[in-house]
């Protein structure tokens, strides 16, 4: 009896390894969530400024607390969740700050995606502000299909539903605009 008792646990034993052998060695994708390549930033930055320089003068700071970069992958990018500070320097002495609540650079069609209270306010004190603006560096050009505004250092302001412009907004087409302008006399 003793031996038949012996027998039954060495096989009840015997059973419980090999099914544990199956369990260990079975897929666990239910239970485990797997990291993608294209999920995992090449590198991240914290409380992050960069300076560039043009000719030995300081041209542009870029400051974010948070900078998150995949240019490791097929369509590079760069981005900024936490938001931008981006202050220009021009040859003239003026400077312009853009702001916004998080930004995305795409490394192959050279745009910036703006995005949440993004304000623009210029070297002559003009300010612009938007839910969202796209600014593509290599033509130099700004646009937005979200409602805009933008106040001069006059006072004046105008309003619309979104516009194209080159970067130093000497080129300006506005849809559906209204404004408020103040003229000499």
């Known amino acids: 009896m003793i031996k038949i008792v012996k027998k039954i646990i060495k096989n009840i034993a015997a059973i419980f390894i090999v099914a544990m052998f199956f369990y260990a060695c079975s897929s666990k994708e239910k239970n485990e969530k797997s990291i993608k390549f ?3 930033a090449q590198s991240v930055g914290k409380e992050v ?3 560039q320089t043009d000719s030995g003068r300081l041209a542009v700071v870029l400051k974010t607390a948070l900078l998150k970069d995949y240019t490791h992958l097929n369509f590079p990018y760069t981005e900024f969740p936490n938001g931008i500070e981006l202050t220009i320097f021009d040859k003239k002495g003026g400077t312009s700050v853009v702001l916004a609540d998080y930004a995305i650079q795409y490394k192959k069609t050279s745009l910036i995606d703006l995005r949440g209270n993004v304000k623009i306010t210029t070297a002559d004190s003009s300010v612009l502000k938007s839910p969202q603006l796209y600014w593509n560096q ?8 979200f409602p805009y505004s933008i106040t001069a250092k006059d006072g004046s302001v ?16 506005s849809r559906r605009n209204k404004g408020q302008q103040i003229l000499k006399d």
Request: aromatic share 16%.
């Open 49 to 51: 400024v960069i300076k």
């Open 158 to 173: 105008n309003k619309g539903d979104g516009f194209d412009a080159n970067q130093k907004f000497t080129i300006f087409k």
């Open 38 to 40: 294209e999920e995992v």
């Open 138 to 145: 290599r033509l130099k050009w700004a646009f937005t299909d």
